[in-house]
């Protein structure tokens, strides 16, 4: 599981309470790897695992190598005028 799918991760409410269901901070739904909510499953307390679910259409296609992209760049001088 890469950094990134362990921080994503980290976003779905930790329980069914009200409070964690409407925190606007918290995701309901998540697009990750199968194997990376296949490992959070394995390691997850009981009942507090992803619900997985397949679109009838297809999923979607994560196509590798891929790059994040942020507002900084790696020397942390804003990028470039577009």
């Known amino acids: 599981m890469s950094d ?3 921080q994503v991760l980290e976003t779905p409410p930790r329980d ?3 409070a ?4 606007p901070q918290r995701n309901q739904a998540v697009v990750v ?3 990376a909510s296949f490992t959070y499953n394995a390691s997850a307390d ?4 992803l619900d997985l679910f397949y ?3 297809g999923s979607p296609r ?3 190598p891929y790059t994040l992209v942020t507002r900084r760049s790696p020397g942390g001088r804003p ?3 577009t």
């Open 4 to 6: 990134t799918d362990a």
């Open 16 to 18: 069914t309470s009200g």
């Open 20 to 23: 964690e269901q409407g925190n």
């Open 33 to 35: 790897t199968e194997q």
């Open 46 to 49: 009981p009942g507090s695992g």
């Open 55 to 57: 679109p009838k259409d």
């Open 62 to 64: 994560l196509d590798y």
């Open 79 to 81: 990028p470039p005028p």
